[in-house]
Nanobody, 116 residues
Framework: QVQLVESGGGLVQAGGSLRLSCAAS????????MGWYRQAPGKPRELVAS???????NYADAVKGRFTISRDNAKNTVYLQMNNLKPEDTAVYFC??????????WGQGTQVTVSS
């Protein structure tokens, strides 16, 4: 049974920082891409950032220059460092890990709230 466990969400003032972590437990074979998504109330889930097994990264335009995604392959863990947070970053953040066979595992989500 594979589970992704996220941590690090919370309430922060605009301009502040948070670091999200997502660790996979159980037997997860050959993780390829790891990523973070977010979903604000009344909006569809959107990609925030992703990172391949080789370390190539991709960011949504809204977070470029403020967020940094990284991964620790030995620990099957992905991180999202979020700096200069804005109220529009408020959402539930989900991590996703995709295997080489194309299967997605999702975390349960962690709430990030940025006050103005």
């Amino acid at each position: 049974q594979v589970q992704l466990v996220e941590s690090g969400g919370g309430l922060v003032q605009a301009g502040g920082s948070l670091r999200l972590s997502c660790a996979a437990s159980g037997s997860i074979f050959s993780i390829n891409a790891m990523g973070w998504y977010r979903q604000a109330p009344g909006k569809p889930r959107e990609l925030v950032a992703s990172i391949t097994s080789g370390g190539s990264t991709n960011y949504a335009d809204a977070v470029k220059g403020r967020f940094t995604i990284s991964r620790d392959n030995a620990k099957n863990t992905v991180y999202l460092q979020m700096n200069n947070l804005k109220p529009e970053d408020t959402a539930v953040y989900f991590c996703c890990m995709t295997t080489l066979l194309g299967y997605d595992y999702w975390g349960q989500g962690t709430q990030v709230t940025v006050s103005s």
